[in-house]
C-alpha cells in the first residue's frame, strides 16, 4: 500500500515536536487561578480564610499555590496579601482577587455585616470567690445591604474578646478557651467584664464575695461494704473555692433503698449505713441553712460479701487448755472450711461470746469472773488476727452466769444482758436480771457506759438473747422465766436515737412465747423474731409490724427434739434451722423448716443431722453455703469442736469434718467483709 506524501509530512513533523520538546525539557506553565469561598458574609472584626487552586499546562493541579491576594474596598475588608485571611472593617461588599505570574484569578465576593454594638449579659452579676459566672454576648448590626439588626440578632459569646478588668478579683475565658465568657471569682472586690469585636465594645460589672457554699461532699466518695456491714459517712460542705468545711447545720440523711442500705445519723456531720441486701443505694446528706439548702449524694455499693475469719469463747479450761477466744480462717467453698489461725488466752475470766462490730474492726468480748465484763480487741483486716485495744477501757456488764450481748446494725450501740441466775458468785443485783448499755466510739470501739441502761431491770425475768432491729430503734429481749410451767416471754423497748436509753413499748411491752424461751434469731430481712423454747420443745414465730409491736404468727413443734436451744435463717430467708442441745452426753441434732411468709413449715425438710455433745452456738456465712455449730463437749473437760455442715439448694444439710476447738465453745461467729 502506497502512502500520500501529506500523511509522511505529518508523521515527521510530530517527531520533530517531540525531539524538541525532549531536548529542551519545558516546565509545566500556570494557565488559570481560581479561589474560595465563592461567596461569604462576616462581621466586622471577624475574619474569613481564602485559598486559591493553580492549573497548569500540563494538566496538574496544585492546592494552596503561592499567590498575592486583594480587595477592591479595603475601607469595607483588608486582606492579608500572602496569607489570605480577610478581615471584616466595616459594612458593604468588596471583591477579592488573587494574582501570580501575571495570571489573575476569578473574583469572589465578600460581604461585611458591621458590629454596631454588644449587649453583654447578666449586666450585672454577684458570685463568691472560687465560684462561676457565665457571661453572653450580643450583638447589633449594621448588614452590608444596608439593614439592620439588633438585641437578639446573634450571639457573639464565641466571637467576642473577652477581659476582666481586676483579674485579682475574677478572671474570664477567652474565645479560645473551653468555655468563653466564663468568668471565676477570685477573691473579694468588683471588676468590669468587657466584650470587644472590632470598634465595638460591652460591659457588665461583677461583683465577688467571700467563697459561699455550694453543696455538700461524702466520704468516702464510693465504699463497698458487704451484707451484715456497717460505715461511717461523713459530710463536709464544699465551698465555692474548693475548700471543704465542717457543717455550721445539722445534716439529715436518707436512702434512697432503705431495703438494700440504710442510715442513720451518727452526729451533726456524720452517719452510719447499715448493709442489708445486695444493692447500689444511693445516701443523700442535705443540710438547710439561712443560705439555703445544699445536698450531697454517694453512691454505696452493698455486695453479698463473703466470711473471711471466725471466732469462737472457749469457756472452759484446764492445765494445757487456758480460756481463750479461737480464731479461724474460713473458706465457705473448699474443705476444711474453718482453719485454725491462733488462739488469744485469757488470764483471770472466762469468755461466754464474742460479738462483731459490723464495720468489721472491732470484736467486744463478754466474759466472766467475780462480774461479768466488755473488752474490746482489734482485728487485723489481714490476718483477723485480735489485738487487745490499747485504748479502751474494760466495762462492767453484769454479774451473771449467762451474759449475752448485741451491737445494734449501725454500730452505735452495744447491750449486755445478765440473767440474773442465783447461782453465781457473786450474786447479780437483781435476780430477774439486768441490762447494761453503753455507746460505740467511731474512732477506736471503746465503749462508754449509757448510764439510763445500767443495770436496767424493766420487763426482765431471766433474759437470755437479745435482738435489735434493722432500723436501730428497737430492742428486744427474750425471757426464760421459771423455765417449767410459766411461758417466757419477749420484752420491747425503744432506743433514744441519740443516748441508747432504752424505753419499754406502751402496747405490746412484752409477749408470750413458749415455756423456756431462750436463745432467738432476727431474720436477714428484719420482719420477723423466732424464739427457740428450751422446755416445750417449740419455735415461737413473730413477726415485726409499725412501730417494732410483735405478733405472734406461729408456733412450731420440733418433733424428737430434747432441749431446743437456737436457731437461725438462711440468707434467703428461706429455711429455719433450729439447734437441739439433746441430753448430754448424747449428741445435739439440727432440723431444717422452709420458711413461707416468714412462717415456718409443719415439718422438717428432712430427717434431723447430728452435732457434737452439748451445742450451743451456731452461725451461717453470708452466701448461705455452710453453717457453723458449736459443740462444748464432755461434761467441759475436754476439748470441743466446731461442727460443719452445707447447706443445699433446697436447704438440706450435709455433714462435713468437724474442727478442734478448745474446752467448751461457744456462741461461734463469721466476720463477713467485701
Same mark, same amino acid.
Given at each position: 500500500?502506497n502512502?500520500?506524501?501529506?500523511e509522511?509530512?505529518?508523521?515527521a513533523?510530530?517527531l ?29 472584626g471577624?475574619t /474569613? /480564610?481564602?485559598?486559591a487552586?493553580?492549573?497548569?499546562? $500540563?494538566?496538574?493541579?496544585?492546592p494552596?499555590v ?9 475601607s469595607?475588608a ?13 459594612a ?10 501575571g ?9 461585611v455585616n /458591621?458590629v ?11 458570685v ?7 457571661f ?5 448590626y ?9 438585641g437578639?440578632?446573634g ?12 483579674t485579682?478579683?475574677a478572671t474570664? &475565658?477567652?474565645s479560645s478557651d473551653?468555655?468563653?465568657g466564663?468568668?471565676?471569682?477570685v477573691?473579694?472586690?468588683?471588676t468590669t ?9 460591652g460591659?457588665?460589672?461583677l461583683?465577688?464575695?467571700?467563697p ?7 466520704t468516702?466518695?464510693?465504699?463497698t461494704i458487704?451484707?451484715?456491714n ?6 463536709m460542705?464544699?465551698w465555692s473555692?474548693n475548700?471543704?468545711?465542717?457543717p455550721?447545720?445539722?445534716v439529715?440523711w ?7 442500705a440504710?442510715?442513720i445519723?451518727?452526729?451533726s ?5 447499715a448493709?442489708?441486701?445486695?444493692g447500689?443505694p ?5 443540710e438547710?441553712?439561712s443560705a439555703?439548702t445544699?445536698t450531697?449524694t454517694?453512691?454505696?455499693t ?5 466470711t473471711h475469719f ?6 472452759g ?8 477466744i479461737g480464731e479461724y480462717?474460713v473458706n465457705?467453698?473448699?474443705?476444711p472450711?474453718?482453719?485454725?489461725t491462733s ?6 475470766y472466762?469468755p461466754?461470746?464474742?460479738v ?9 468480748l463478754?466474759?466472766?469472773s467475780n462480774?461479768?465484763?466488755?473488752t474490746v480487741?482489734?482485728?487485723n483486716a ?8 490499747t ?7 453484769? /454479774?451473771?452466769?449467762s451474759n449475752?450481748g448485741?451491737v445494734?446494725?449501725?454500730?452505735r450501740f452495744?447491750?449486755v444482758i445478765d440473767?440474773?441466775s442465783?447461782?453465781?458468785?457473786p450474786?447479780?443485783?437483781n435476780?430477774l436480771g ?22 436496767y431491770?424493766t420487763?426482765l $425475768?431471766?433474759p437470755?438473747s437479745v435482738?435489735?432491729?434493722r ?7 427474750v425471757?426464760y422465766d421459771?423455765?417449767?410451767a410459766?411461758p417466757?416471754?419477749v420484752?420491747?423497748y425503744s432506743?433514744?436515737q441519740?443516748?441508747?436509753?432504752l424505753t419499754p ?6 409477749i408470750n412465747?413458749g415455756?423456756?424461751a431462750?436463745l432467738?434469731? &432476727?431474720d436477714?430481712?428484719?420482719? $420477723?423474731i423466732?424464739?427457740?423454747? $428450751?422446755t ?24 424428737g427434739a430434747?432441749a431446743?436451744l437456737?436457731?437461725?435463717v438462711?440468707?434467703?430467708?428461706k429455711?429455719l ?21 416468714g412462717?415456718p413449715?409443719?415439718?422438717p425438710?428432712g430427717p ?12 451461717i456465712?453470708?452466701t448461705?453455703t455452710?453453717l457453723?455449730v ?14 460443719i455442715?452445707?447447706?443445699g439448694?433446697t436447704?438440706v ?5 468437724p474442727?478442734a ?5 461457744y456462741f461461734?461467729?463469721?466476720l463477713?467483709?467485701p
Open positions: 500500500m502512502r500520500k506524501p501529506s509522511f509530512a505529518l508523521v513533523v510530530s520533530v515536536c517531540i525531539l524538541i520538546l525532549a531536548a529542551c525539557n519545558c516546565a509545566p506553565v500556570l494557565r488559570y487561578i481560581t479561589i474560595s469561598p465563592a461567596t461569604s458574609t462576616i462581621l466586622s471577624t /474569613q /480564610q481564602y485559598t487552586t493553580g492549573y497548569y499546562s $500540563n494538566g496538574s493541579i496544585t494552596n503561592s499567590v498575592t491576594w486583594a480587595s477592591s474596598s479595603t469595607v483588608t486582606i492579608d496579601a500572602s496569607a489570605g485571611v480577610a478581615t471584616g472593617v466595616a458593604g461588599t468588596t471583591s477579592i482577587t488573587a494574582y501570580a505570574l495570571i489573575t484569578s476569578n473574583t469572589v465576593t465578600l460581604n /458591621q454596631t454594638a454588644i449587649a453583654v449579659t447578666p449586666a450585672t452579676a454577684t463568691a470567690a472560687g465560684a462561676t459566672q457565665q453572653q454576648a450580643t450583638g447589633s449594621k448588614n452590608f445591604n444596608g439593614t439592620t439588626s439588633t437578639t440578632a450571639d457573639l459569646t464565641n466571637e467576642v474578646a473577652w477581659a476582666s478588668s481586676k485579682a478579683f474570664i &475565658m477567652s473551653t468555655t468563653p466564663l468568668a471565676t471569682g477573691a473579694a472586690g468588683t467584664i468587657t466584650a470587644t469585636l472590632g470598634a465595638a465594645t460591659s457588665a460589672t461583683t465577688v464575695g467571700p459561699g457554699i455550694v453543696s455538700l461532699v461524702i468516702p466518695a464510693t465504699p458487704a451484707v451484715g456497717s460505715i461511717l459517712l461523713t459530710a460542705e464544699m473555692n475548700t471543704t468545711h465542717t455550721s447545720g445539722t439529715t436518707v436512702s434512697d433503698t432503705p431495703a438494700d440504710n442510715v445519723a451518727n452526729s456531720s456524720t452517719a452510719l449505713a448493709g442489708f441486701a445486695a447500689a444511693n445516701i443523700t446528706a442535705s438547710t441553712i439555703g445544699f450531697g454517694l453512691p454505696l452493698v455486695v453479698t460479701g463473703t471466725a471466732y469462737v469463747s472457749n469457756s479450761t484446764s492445765s494445757t487448755n487456758p480460756w481463750s480462717s465457705a467453698t473448699t474443705s472450711y474453718l482453719t485454725s488462739t488469744v488466752t485469757l488470764a483471770g472466762s461466754t461470746q464474742t462483731l462490730n459490723p464495720n468489721g474492726q472491732y470484736l467486744y463478754i466474759s466472766t462480774g461479768t465484763f466488755a480487741y482489734d482485728i489481714t490476718t483477723g488476727a485480735l489485738a487487745l485495744s485504748t479502751a477501757t474494760q466495762q462492767v456488764a453484769g /454479774q451473771g452466769c449475752t448485741v445494734d446494725p449501725y454500730g452495744f447491750y440473767d440474773g442465783a447461782t453465781c458468785s450474786a447479780p443485783a435476780p439486768t441490762i447494761y448499755g453503753f455507746t460505740i466510739s467511731q474512732t477506736d470501739g471503746s465503749l462508754t457506759p449509757i448510764s439510763a441502761v445500767t443495770a431491770t420487763n $425475768n431471766a437470755e435482738m435489735v432491729d432500723t436501730g430503734k428497737y430492742l428486744y429481749v425471757n421459771d423455765g417449767t410459766t417466757g416471754f420484752s420491747a432506743i433514744d441519740t443516748t441508747g436509753a413499748f406502751t402496747s405490746g411491752a412484752t412465747a415455756i423456756g431462750y432467738a434469731t &432476727m436477714p430481712a428484719g420482719k $420477723n423466732y424464739v427457740a423454747n $428450751n416445750d420443745g417449740t419455735v415461737s414465730s413473730f413477726s415485726i409490724g409499725s412501730g417494732g409491736v410483735l405478733t405472734n404468727t406461729a408456733t412450731t413443734t420440733v418433733t430434747q431446743v437456737n436457731v437461725a438462711s440468707p434467703n430467708d429455711y434451722y433450729v439447734l437441739d442441745g439433746g441430753i448430754p452426753p448424747a449428741n445435739g441434732a439440727l432440723y431444717g423448716f422452709t420458711l413461707t411468709s412462717v413449715s409443719s415439718t425438710i434431723a443431722v447430728a452435732t457434737g455433745e452439748a451445742p450451743t452456738g451456731m452461725a456465712d453470708p448461705g455452710i457453723a458449736d459443740n462444748a463437749g464432755p461434761g467441759g473437760t475436754s476439748p470441743g469442736e466446731i461442727s455442715y452445707t447447706i439448694t436447704g444439710l450435709t455433714a462435713k469434718t474442727v476447738a478448745g474446752i467448751s465453745p461461734v461467729t463469721f463477713n467483709a
